[in-house]
């Protein structure tokens, strides 16, 4: 082991074990005894033999952090409702890191009238979950952008949430919350159509929208392949 600092090892634990076995395994167990309080795998102290768990798997699959699916397992309930779901989806340990910057704190100011989906409050605009949850709905209603911090976290929550979105489905699967397994595919729905869930089912089909459209063969959008959002207006 070259640099032993960069891995948490002390000098001294490394002159007690050159080979570095012991320090290996210490941290093997480790992270298995974590797994295992957190119920993604089943460890048996005595045979030392680990078992899988279906929570484990949909973690695996969905690459979810241990501390997002802990978090997930713990406040889903049967009768979670779908403005609770977005929530949890913003309180995920993937966007912990996305405090808001001080150049981005005017414009989410700008953004916070427009939130209808989730109540978010001024006095934490600053903070992770409230602009992850004014984000999501920004993307969902295609609202223009200027800061570029803001379009790349935009990005960034959009393509996580997606996958995280898909794992609460499962979640809700293994556990038999029909409640849950509805709301999340909704919402899965509503992410990839960009659409917002009191709007009109036809408002895919508007020309601002990018699904739905008829295309020539040149693929190119034709002008009987969208309605008009007057059109749709009135169906609303």
């Not at 009768?79 to 989806?89: K, N, S, V, Y």
Request: hydrophobic share 40%; aromatic share 8%; with cysteine.
């Amino acid at each position: 082991m070259k640099n032993p600092h960069n891995y948490g090892v002390s000098v001294t634990d490394l002159q007690n074990d050159p080979s570095g076995h012991l320090i290996l395994l210490k941290r093997v167990t480790d992270i298995i005894e974590q797994l295992n309080r957190a119920r993604l795998i089943r460890f048996n102290r005595e045979t030392e033999q680990v078992y899988s768990t279906d929570m484990g798997r949909i973690a695996s699959n969905y690459y979810i952090n241990t501390d997002t699916m802990s978090y997930f397992m713990a406040n889903l309930k049967p009768t979670t409702q779908p403005m609770a779901i977005l929530d949890h989806l913003a309180h995920a340990n993937e966007f912990k890191q996305l405090d808001a910057r001080r150049e981005e704190i005017p414009e989410l100011g700008l953004l916070l009238p427009e939130c209808e989906l989730v109540e978010v409050s001024k006095d934490v605009v600053n903070e992770a979950p409230t602009k992850v949850l004014m984000l999501f709905e920004a993307y969902l209603k295609q609202r223009p952008l200027k800061t570029f911090s803001l379009i790349s976290d935009m990005a960034y929550i959009v393509q996580n949430s997606a996958r995280l979105l898909r794992a609460l489905f499962e979640i809700g699967l293994q556990r038999n919350y029909a409640n849950v397994m509805k709301a999340t595919l909704e919402w899965c729905q509503i992410l990839d159509k960009r659409v917002l869930p009191n709007t009109h089912v036809m408002r895919q089909f508007t020309l601002n929208c990018s699904v739905g459209k008829l295309t020539n063969q040149n693929n190119k959008v034709t002008r009987f392949g969208y309605l008009k959002d007057d059109i749709v207006y009135r169906l609303e």
